[in-house]
């Protein structure tokens, strides 16, 4: 019998729009005494424009070397990561840096925000590099801090702030040059649950309002309640790949 329903995604699938494609994805590490290891061992995927995909897994599955690849932080071992139908591993170091600053924003952790540096100056950096002068990145930088909420703590420096300003800040700085991608490694990780939630919502309407692919890290299950799809990776390798339509999402759980 013809799943109807199962035809009718994949037509919906080949009408989107992707925008990171990887391909038998490998990394492999060689260690003392022949020992290697797989970081990632032959990771297929693809991730469509303005989608928000929640990456889960233990600690050492993979999703920081994946991260890597797709941010063109390191090169696969062996397969291809394809950026706006661009091959990653082509690139030159010059031409890396131009697509690390124009097409990709990155939220860490742990902020790292530059501490000697204001709101403003930490956001308007990237713009600096990209070329803008400073009067258009001053200008550009004070709209940015409005719409993630420090309009009026522009000029403060990150000893002033506290940590959910903070990563503000840093989602200031990764959209500063109009990124497609967002990679966002654990961003709630340092926060607590109320302010936690406040940088989900914040992530969930930059994606809505400017189309921004976000790919997050995340052991948070209130940000899989935002996610398109989910990510399962264990031992460098797709355990499995759902859609949040398809999973019974509750505080305190996960059932699907």
């Known amino acids: 019998m013809v799943d109807f329903h199962k035809h009718l995604d994949a037509a919906e ?150 940590g959910g300003q903070q990563q503000r800040v840093a989602v200031g700085r990764a959209i500063a040059n109009d990124p497609v991608i967002i990679l966002a490694d654990e961003p709630t990780a340092n926060l607590d649950v109320h302010t936690g939630a406040e940088i989900i919502e914040l992530l969930e309407k930059l994606r809505e309002e400017r189309g921004i692919t976000i790919i997050s890290a995340t052991h948070d299950m209130k940000m899989l309640d935002v996610s398109s799809r989910i990510l399962w990776i264990r031992d460098g390798m797709v355990q499995r790949l759902e859609e949040r339509k398809n999973l019974n999402i509750q505080i305190g759980g996960l059932e699907g």
Request: glycine share 10%.
């Open 13 to 162: 699938d080949a009408q989107r729009d992707i925008v990171i494609r990887a391909i038998d994805v490998k990394r492999h590490y060689h260690g003392s005494g022949g020992v290697v290891t797989k970081a990632l061992d032959g990771v297929t995927l693809d991730v469509f424009r303005g989608e928000y995909l929640s990456i889960m897994g233990p600690s050492g599955s993979g999703k920081s070397t994946l991260f890597n690849m797709i941010g063109g932080i390191d090169s696969p071992t062996e397969g291809m990561v394809f950026i706006d139908e661009i091959d990653v591993a082509q690139l030159d170091s010059y031409e890396l840096a131009w697509l690390r600053c124009h097409k990709i924003g990155y939220i860490f952790q742990s902020y790292n925000i530059l501490p000697v540096l204001t709101a403003m100056e930490n956001v308007t950096l990237p713009m600096i590099f990209a070329g803008n002068s400073p009067t258009e990145a001053r200008e550009k930088g004070m709209a940015i801090l409005e719409t993630v909420g420090l309009g009026e703590r522009a000029f403060h420096r990150p000893f002033e702030l506290s």
